[in-house]
Every structure is written in C-alpha cells, then in structure tokens.
C-alpha cells in the first residue's frame, strides 16, 4: 500500500482513506500557514496616505496616490533577534487604551516608520528632524510632504518615536507617544501587490 493511511489503518475502506487523506492534507496547510502568519510572516494592506510615496494607498481615499493601495508582508521574528534600527518601516500596534487618532481605534495597527530610538531626545524643527541635537538625513522625504510644525520629544528607555514619510498627513507619535517594544509586530520587507509594486523595501 503507498498511502500512509493504508499502512497505518489497512482495514479503512479505499473510499474512507482517500477522504481522510484529504482531510489531513488540507488541515495541515491550514496549520501550516496559521503558523507562519503568527510566528514569521504577516501580510498588512497600506490603508492611509501616511507613507505616501514610500507605500501607496488607494485613490479616492484623501493624498493616495495609486489605484490600489499596496500589501505587505512584515517579518514578526526578526525583533527577536535584534533591535530595531531607526529608519526601518514597523508594523505596530498603538499605545494606550484611547484612540490615538480622530477617527482612530484603541489598539490600532499602523505601518510607520521608526524615527526615534530608547532614550533620545525627537526635535522637529520648520519639517526638519533632529535626533539629540543632530539633523537626521531623511533622503525618502520629499520637500512638499514636510510638517512645518516644531516640537521636542524625549523617548522613554524601550519605547520607540515613528513618523510617517507624509508628515503632514501622518497621525504618528507626534500625537499619541512612544510606542512600547512590545507593540511592535514586525520590520516591513516586501511589497507583494499589486503587480507594478512588487520588490523588497
């Protein structure tokens, strides 16, 4: 018999081991991918013109960009093996137990990217960032999507500052604070949709 269900049960009737095997077959991927999307790789579609033009959202929605807004997969085991580096693109969950946006939620995933790291000093000034007193080179954003708004922000030990590549569409840590490393889901590394945006970021 080469079916292992005939080796293991060899008085299941033909019909039976076939269905089972099915079964198994299709449980298994199931399993399989449950896995993976909890543990290793999670797919996130971009929802909001915060990232724009790093990560494009959909049209109509206000300041996107593209037809179809672009979906991503973020690497959630990676953080268990380093730290985050400032400048990588972070999927999270926001902190507190109020709504950080006007039409936010409690708890809300967001894609943004890290900006300040444990224990710095965020100072925004005319657009421009400076991380301790230095101004941080930020090649990804383009002169018209600058927030010309100034504020000073220290980071906690183990909390993390981000910002979206729109400043001044971005609902980000300006407004709602540091995000606690616990929150973080994982680092944003490929785009898989549509067609026209698939590569690694």
């Given at each position: 018999m080469r079916?292992?269900?005939?080796?293991v049960a060899p008085g299941l009737?033909?019909?039976?081991r076939v269905v089972l095997d099915w079964i198994l077959t299709i449980g298994g991927a199931i399993l399989i991918v449950l896995a993976l999307k909890a543990w290793v790789v999670n797919p996130y579609r971009i929802p909001s013109s915060s990232m724009e033009p790093?990560?494009?959202?959909a049209r109509p929605a206000n300041g996107c960009l593209a037809r179809f807004s672009d979906r991503v997969?973020?690497?959630r085991f990676i953080y268990h093996f380093?730290?985050?580096?400032?400048?990588?693109?972070?999927v999270f969950k926001t902190p507190g137990d109020k709504p950080v946006c006007s039409d936010g939620k409690v708890?809300?995933?967001?894609?943004k990217r890290l900006i300040g790291l444990p224990g710095e000093t965020v100072t925004e000034r005319n657009g421009f960032i400076f991380i301790n007193g230095k101004a941080l080179l930020e090649p990804y954003i383009q002169p018209e999507r600058r927030d010309h708004m100034s504020g000073t922000w220290k980071v906690p030990a183990g909390d993390y500052f981000f910002m979206g590549d729109n400043r001044n569409e971005s609902c980000d840590s300006r407004t709602w604070g540091a995000v606690p490393r616990?929150?973080?889901?994982?680092e944003v590394f490929f785009v898989y949709w549509p067609p026209n945006r698939i590569g690694f970021r």
């Open positions: 079916d292992p269900l005939g080796r009737p033909h019909g039976v790093t990560l494009h959202c997969l973020a690497n380093r730290s985050p580096k400032r400048g990588e693109i972070i708890g809300e995933t967001f894609v616990k929150n973080l889901i994982g």
